[in-house]
């Protein structure tokens, strides 16, 4: 019986489908920006097949609908046993090239080669995804078709096939943005909930005066969320410091605000400015509003680079606006970190502004991921303009940031995408592993920007027009950590970029979405000039706080 099952599901296939199916299977297993772990590789394989699977039922339909000729009787019959030949040479082939091409992307990042993509697996997941995919387009099928068939007893055989489309399309969005993603999103918040109350055994509460969570402070150490304890934790102290630095040094300042601190936005801004205040954050020669990401995390690299270049004389401050990964807080709450830094700046900068222009600290903004889209958009250009902060440093920024899409779109001529030229560098500059900062002739404007990202990075160059246009960063030269053998694809290279952004900070230090200390220290060192450091002092700070050549704690 199960035999007979399986040669009816056999001869349901679109033999078109199929061969169209099994090319976006081939081709999702070539390379993209970052390397695939077997099970994203099998799913996206999967997916893929099932994609090229529906625009081939789709041209079918399309070679039907126009009266156009086709095969019958032994000749249909030769051509199937011909196709589905050709489906399984061409899906084998293909999968027994796929660990030379993650190789290709491995060597490219120092990581050793894999000995195989495991292809046996690979096919197998990759065909139970393509007929769970497959029977819930049949499902939506059949309630379309009952749906028209109800309708077609009152109203006219198309305005029923009308109604039968929307009906189902309404119950899909209806499953996917209600009752599912209410479960997912539930699941989710309350498993971030916990872990971002969890308090770890190797983290004491401060006991410096000037520490936020101290018995000083106006913030509870409790309430400073995992992330925020381990911000305050991670400070660099006066012996550390002292180590390199050619200036006399200080404990530097940071005050973070968690989500559990206050009930309100405005509560937590002004929470954070009172504790600026109290421990003296607007003396500092430096002062920047960081923009954490999702989860509440900020970049250990990001900072600790310019504690070090300044000696310690710098405050930070930043306050959260969610526990969950980046990615779902930009789906489940993508307005709450906005608002959020927006008040936080505006709070910042109203205080900074009233202080006289002589004494207070150069303020700039910083933020890696979606802090740096965040604080992208947490403050107006145009109301700065008659008092200009001092600058930015955002890392990593994602494809949604729109600053950052003007700005790439506008680069100069003969500038490629994934490191472009923005006129004469005077205001803005871009930067990846091997600089980019220093080569203009032009010097810089009093207020500066700096972009740090790596051209292997999926979050910053994932395109939604991938699925029908090349990506301008793929053509002409490549990155040095781009490979070669990535070729753009109709459908399928959008998947792979997609597939790619839930991968990217499994990359190694200084690719994908895992940005390196080394790098935060070269576009500081560049963006603020801090004084006493040249080459042989800038290297030895690399030696003493670089992480290329160490495991990531986070």
Request: proline share 6%.
């Amino acid at each position: 019986m199960k035999i007979r099952h399986l040669q009816l599901f056999r001869q349901s296939l679109s033999t078109t489908g199929l061969l169209v199916g099994t090319l976006l299977f081939a081709t999702s297993l070539s390379p993209s920006l970052v390397p695939r772990p077997f099970l994203m590789q099998a799913l996206l394989a999967g997916v893929a097949l099932a994609a090229g699977y529906g625009v081939g039922v789709f041209l079918h339909w399309l070679w039907r609908f126009m009266e156009l000729p086709e095969f019958k009787g032994r000749v249909l019959w030769v051509g199937k046993i011909v196709a589905w030949t050709i489906c399984i040479a061409v899906a084998v082939g293909f999968l027994f090239r796929a660990s030379a091409w993650q190789n290709s992307i491995r060597e490219l990042m120092a990581l050793p080669p894999v000995e195989t993509a495991r292809p046996f697996s690979v096919g197998m997941i990759a065909v139970l995804v393509f007929v769970v995919l497959l029977g819930l387009a049949r499902l939506l099928r059949f309630i379309k078709r009952t749906v028209s068939r109800t309708a077609d007893r009152w109203v006219p055989d198309r305005i029923a096939l009308v109604v039968g489309v929307l009906v189902t399309a309404i119950l899909v969005w209806s499953l996917a943005s209600g009752v599912f993603a209410r479960l997912v999103l539930n699941s989710f918040d309350a498993s971030f909930q916990q872990l971002d109350l969890l308090i770890e055994d190797e983290l004491e509460p401060p006991d410096h005066p000037l520490a936020s969570g101290s018995a000083y402070s106006l913030l509870d150490w409790d309430e400073l969320g995992r992330q925020g304890r381990r911000f305050i934790a991670g400070a660099p102290n006066i012996e550390e410091l002292q180590r390199l630095s050619p200036v006399s040094v200080r404990k530097p300042l940071r005050v973070y605000v968690g989500l559990n601190s206050a009930d309100t936005i405005e509560q937590r801004v002004e929470l954070a400015l009172r504790e600026m205040q109290r421990v003296g954050a607007f003396q500092r020669d430096y002062l920047v509003v960081v923009t954490p990401t999702g989860t509440g995390w900020v970049d250990p690299g990001g900072i600790d680079s310019l504690e070090y270049l300044v000696g310690g004389n710098v405050a930070s401050v930043a306050v959260q606006y969610s526990y969950l990964p980046s990615w779902l807080s930009l789906l489940a709450q993508a307005e709450y970190g906005q608002e959020t830094a927006r008040a936080l700046f505006a709070e910042v900068y109203r205080h900074w502004r009233s202080l006289p222009a002589e004494r207070r600290p150069r303020l700039y903004l910083h933020g890696l991921s979606l802090g740096a889209l965040n604080s992208a958009r947490s403050a107006d250009i145009w109301d700065l303009v008659s008092d200009p902060i001092d600058g930015a440093l955002w890392s990593g920024p994602p494809f949604r940031s729109e600053t950052w899409q003007w700005l790439s779109s506008q680069r100069n001529p003969g500038s490629p995408a994934w490191l472009p030229r923005f006129r004469d560098g005077s205001v803005v500059r871009f930067a990846n592993q091997h600089g980019g900062l220093e080569d203009f002739d032009a010097p810089w404007g009093p207020f500066r920007i700096a972009y740090l990202q790596y051209a292997s990075d999926p979050i910053s160059f994932f395109r939604p027009d991938a699925l029908y246009r090349e990506p301008a960063w793929m053509r002409g030269e490549r990155a040095h950590d781009v490979s070669p053998k990535l070729r753009w694809y109709p459908i399928v290279t959008f998947l792979q970029l997609a597939v790619d952004i839930a991968a990217a900070e499994t990359a190694p230090i200084g690719h994908g979405h895992t940005y390196a200390t080394e790098h935060y220290i070269n576009a500081w060192h560049a963006l603020i000039e801090p004084p006493g450091w040249d080459e042989t002092r800038l290297a030895e700070l690399k030696r003493l706080i670089g992480d290329l050549s160490h495991p990531q704690d986070d």
